[in-house]
């Protein structure tokens, strides 16, 4: 179950693709799905999905809407669906993210935080003093 | 209106046989002009700016693609639709547009589809699709004026590809040989992108440049081109334009 290849989603489709042999410095900002497969120091967003290789190393606050971690993260994480760490991968770092799955050896040392779902409130209906009225007589 | 631009090659004998044939078949089609051979005592830059004084719609470069770069460098070209005749079978250029070499090109500007190009600079030299970079070492690329990427291998090759139909964006490609049996590469889009310390030429649409120092962004010109029907697909954007054509063949 946990075995499965780090390459969740497939390379082909991600916007952004930073090699092993790359390091990104600096605010790294991406609409699309990014592949990290070398380096990333500063900061880490993206609105879609992450997925970081192992033997990647990011040093950098990230956030995504979804994340498949098989490298090594220092730094805070924040994603908005579901985070995926495997049997490689390292977190040094605060992480809240809706749904969590950590594989067998996987790393985590920071503070962890579920987010819940949010129930939509229900609708208070109020009534006038005369259909009050109305209703009592 | 039409403009014919005659590249100075086509001065050479053998290409008198080709322009006849080419002449005939954009008389056949309506497709008459003003024809303007290029030398050394007419140049480019004042054509187009008689031309936009004579009020033309198109400008149709005739020769390398060399002459179609340096259309693209013309003042207000903006301002016309641009045609291209390719005379080299394996013109780049040619093949982009969808636009088959010598006199069969005469079909597709007789067809008139258009496609706007968003044109981008390189240092204030303008292209239209892709700047390659070769590169030994270490390099580093300041993007957006948000990041720097630094690649590190014995050499590499860096594509920057313009997106002439989608928003203003850059497609940056790095292939990097990292050892004799690996490769990698990376994919990045971004708007601004700020290289240092070349040391080898690059080339512009297939033209060389010889820079230190290389800025790339986009520029507010759209540039309207004529294209045949086996374009690029990245050049497909919604308009086309309807057949048209008058007058004869003027000659020089």
């Known amino acids: 179950m946990f075995g499965k290849s780090e390459d969740a989603g497939s390379n082909r489709d991600a916007e952004t693709i930073i090699g092993p042999s790359v390091k990104v410095d600096g605010d790294f900002t991406s609409q699309g799905d990014v592949v990290v497969q070398g380096m990333v120091v500063g900061t880490l967003k993206t609105e879609k999905s992450l997925c970081v290789s192992a033997g990647a190393v990011i040093r950098a606050d990230v956030r995504a809407n979804s994340a498949f971690i098989a490298g090594e993260v220092h730094g805070n994480i924040k994603i908005s669906e579901k985070l995926e760490v495997t049997n490689s991968a390292k977190i040094f770092g605060d992480v809240e993210a809706r749904s969590l799955l950590i594989a067998e050896g996987g790393v985590l040392q920071g503070k962890c935080t579920m987010v819940k779902e949010e129930k939509p409130a229900k609708a208070v209906h109020l009534e006038t003093p005369r259909k009050a009225a109305a209703a009592a007589g | ?45 004042e054509i187009v700016l008689e031309e936009t004084r004579r009020k033309a719609k198109t400008i149709v470069a005739i020769g390398t693609d060399r002459l179609f770069h340096q259309l693209l460098n013309a003042p207000n070209i903006q301002n016309f639709v641009v045609g291209f005749v390719p005379i080299n079978p394996h013109s780049a250029i040619g093949t982009l547009l969808g636009v088959p070499p010598q006199e069969a090109a005469a079909t ?36 957006d004026d948000c990041y720097a990427v630094t690649l590190s291998g014995d050499s590499g090759l860096i594509t920057v590809r313009n997106a002439p139909s989608i928003d203003a964006q850059f497609m940056t490609t790095l292939h990097i040989k990292q050892s004799l049996w690996h490769r990698s590469h990376s994919v990045f889009h ?29 520029v507010p010109t759209v540039l309207r081109v004529i294209v045949g029907r086996n374009r690029h697909e990245a050049l497909d954007n919604v308009e086309v334009a309807a057949v048209s054509g008058a007058g004869a063949l003027a000659m020089a």
């Open chain 2, 190 to 218: 971004n708007q601004k992108i700020l290289f240092e310390g070349l040391k080898q030429e690059i080339l512009i649409d297939g033209q060389p440049l010889g820079v230190e120092r290389l800025k790339i962004e986009h």
């Open chain 2, 1 to 45: 209106m039409y403009a014919y631009l005659y590249d100075p090659v086509l001065r050479q004998r053998t290409f008198r046989g080709f322009l006849d044939r080419l002449e005939t078949r954009l008389t056949d089609f309506g497709l008459g002009g003003k024809i303007y051979r290029l030398g050394p005592l007419l140049h480019l830059n």
């Open chain 2, 108 to 143: 597709v500007l007789a067809h008139r589809i258009t496609r706007s190009l968003h044109l981008a600079s390189a240092n204030a030299v303008r292209f239209f699709w892709e700047l390659s970079i070769p590169f030994s070492g270490s390099t580093t690329l300041k993007c």
